[in-house]
Structures are given as C-alpha cells and as structure tokens.
C-alpha cells in the first residue's frame, strides 16, 4: 500500500486548511484510515482516524475543529482542519491499517502562525 498525502502549507491562526492522503495498491486489505502529527520534541499522536465504515475517532483538543472523512470509491482519506492554532503546528502523517501491517505516508507540514 502506498499513501500520497497533500495539502500542508502556512497559515494564520483561525484558518482552515484540508489535507487529502490517496491509497493504492493493495488497499483491500485496509480499515482504518487516519492522520497522526508529530511537533518537534514530541512523540506522534493520533489526531484523526476513519474506519472503511464511517466510524470516527479524534484527538480531544481538535473535537469540533477538525473533521475526518474518507472516500471508499477513490481511496481518499481528507482531513478539514478549521480555527486553527499554533498547537497545531507539526508535521502530519496519513496512515492505514490493515490488520497485519500499519502503513505510513510522507509527513506534510502545517505551520499556525501570524
């Protein structure tokens, strides 16, 4: 499985951004479908994550700001991220799961700054 991820960029606090991870290969074999970040000086954590179901899962502090969904026909996990903050800030990274193997796509950066 190979994830393509998209949509990072600079901006100010209280904007939106959307970022969009594309899976291909043998994507049969996957369930959940997420997006993690990592600041620098910390560890990765789970921001959002999407079942093939619909089912959703999210970060405590982006509960309302952010919504996660996901396109079974194109394979596409988006994240809307909207109020953003400058805790924020870090690289993120789009995952899926299958029930062996956790994939990972290149990180993007999203900077929250004025």
């Known amino acids: 499985v190979q994830l393509q991820a998209s949509g990072g960029g600079l901006v100010q606090p209280g904007g939106s951004l959307r970022l969009s991870c594309a899976a291909s290969g043998s994507i049969f074999s996957i369930n959940v479908m997420g997006w993690y970040r990592q600041a620098p000086g910390k560890q990765r954590e789970l921001v959002a994550a999407v079942t093939r179901g619909g089912s959703t899962n999210y970060k405590d502090s982006v509960k309302g700001r952010f919504t996660i969904s996901r396109d079974n026909d194109k394979n596409t996990v988006y994240l809307q991220m909207n109020s953003l903050k400058p805790e924020d800030t870090a690289v993120y990274y789009c995952?899926?799961?299958?029930?062996?193997?956790?994939?990972w796509g290149q990180g993007t950066q999203v900077t929250v700054s004025s």
């Open positions: 995952n899926a799961d299958s029930p062996q193997v956790r994939y």
